[in-house]
């Protein structure tokens, strides 16, 4: 049998690996995807807002915090506002998104609980009054997509450290 030499060292402070790292070139193929389905998702008109909102929604339901991190700065970034990111978990209860969003954030649950079959029907029912099939697939890729992510990170335990105040 042939060892396998590491290039990466990586601290082990977690008791976890850094799948990410242990792995890159599976890695590498995921952020490769990411990127096919950022491009994906503006060929079929969905704006950065509305992709963000879904990556942290996704990131909500599965309570990653490495990834909320990130597409909260990301959102921010793309002009949303802090108070729609401060109700997003309870976006059923506000006036605060579109039609448009709100049916992406729903295909966006339904995608993350695939085995709740009454959402999901009532995810694409939404989503068929205000969106056509290609910006469909895309919020679909775009939360498979931040789902893979999001069990990189939960799983390596990856953490979310204070960033210097510019």
């Not at 799948?19 to 890159?24: L, N």
């Not at 998702?41 to 991190?69: F, K, M, P, W, Y």
């Not at 990301?74 to 049916?103: H, K, M, P, Q, Y």
């Not at 697939?137 to 450290?161: D, E, G, M, Q, Y």
Request: aromatic fraction near 4%; include cysteine; charged fraction near 25%.
């Amino acid at each position: 049998m042939s060892e396998t030499v590491r290039t990466t060292t990586v601290p082990r402070t977690s008791g976890r690996v850094y799948v990410d790292k242990e792995s890159p070139a599976a890695y590498q193929a995921l952020v490769r995807t990411a990127e096919t389905v950022r491009a994906t998702a503006a060929d079929a008109g969905l704006d950065r807002i509305l992709v963000e909102l879904v990556n942290l929604r996704v990131s909500q339901l599965n309570g990653c915090a490495s990834c909320l991190d990130v597409h909260t700065r990301a959102a921010l970034r793309a002009g949303e506002t802090s108070r729609r990111l401060g109700v997003l978990a309870a976006w059923r209860d506000t006036e605060l998104f579109t039609a448009r969003e709100r049916a992406a954030l729903a295909l966006a649950e339904a995608t993350t609980h695939p085995a709740d079959a009454l959402a999901q029907e009532r995810a694409y029912g939404e989503a068929r009054e205000v969106l056509d099939d290609a910006e469909i697939s895309a919020v679909i890729w775009v939360a498979i997509t931040i789902n893979a992510f999001n069990r990189v990170s939960i799983l390596s335990k990856h953490p979310v450290r204070e960033t210097p105040a510019r």
